[in-house]
């Protein structure tokens, strides 16, 4: 059965809800770059937080990985003319498309917006064996030492790490930290401003959306 999509449940005469999410001035660039359907995921986006909010944590991870999964993947080649570029939120929602990256950072960004503690998430770096190549996902756990739940932009189902065979993690890291895996232990490296391009991502963050 095809799925339902969150963003046919919203209509372009919405009110604004996405300028309570986003800095000055930014909508208006939004909009006048991406054009109206852009803005209408962008609203859809806003509304998402709203509900994610109030629901109990397993929901919140089901819907906000189910809403970005409905958005096309891109390499960033035919986007960026760039090998490995991390677009923000805004400019995965403007497109409808990217890459590994763009699903992971987006979904870590609602649910820590959405009220998920940040020591339970995890950006993790992989290897897709299948694939044989570089991979990206989210992933939640409890407390460490659980077998974290992954979010993916290859599957719909959020499976726990240990039934991801195809998966094989490299490192991990979120706002604060950044961990080394070592066969089946993890490692804590230093603080995640060793990630370069996250820096830079967050930087670009800033100056769109109201964190």
Not at 99 to 117: H, N, Q, R, S
Request: aromatic fraction near 12%; hydrophobic fraction near 40%; include cysteine.
């Amino acid at each position: 059965m095809r799925r339902r999509s969150f963003f046919f449940l919203f209509a372009a005469t919405l009110p604004d809800w996405g300028r309570a999410l986003v800095k000055p001035g930014v909508l208006e660039d939004f909009s006048r770059q991406y054009g109206s359907q852009a803005v209408r995921r962008l609203n859809a986006w806003r509304d998402l937080m709203d509900e994610i909010s109030g629901l109990p944590l397993p929901s919140r991870l089901t819907r906000t990985n189910a809403f970005f999964n409905q958005l096309a993947f891109a390499e960033d080649g035919e986007q960026f003319g760039s090998r490995d570029y991390w677009a923000t939120p805004l400019e995965f929602l403007g497109r409808g498309r990217g890459d590994c990256e763009e699903f992971a950072i987006a979904k870590y960004v609602t649910l820590v917006k959405g009220g998920v503690p940040l020591e339970q998430l995890r950006i993790t770096y992989v290897k897709a064996l299948e694939l044989n190549q570089a991979h990206m996902v989210l992933t939640w756990a409890d407390k460490p030492g659980d077998i974290p739940l992954v979010m993916d932009n290859l599957i719909a189902d959020i499976k726990p790490a240990n039934q991801r065979k195809d998966l094989l993690p490299v490192y991990s890291f979120n706002a604060e930290s950044l961990w080394l895996t070592q066969g089946n232990n993890e490692k804590y490296v230093a603080d995640s401003s060793r990630v370069g391009r996250w820096q830079d991502l967050r930087e670009r963050m800033a100056k769109e959306i109201v964190l």
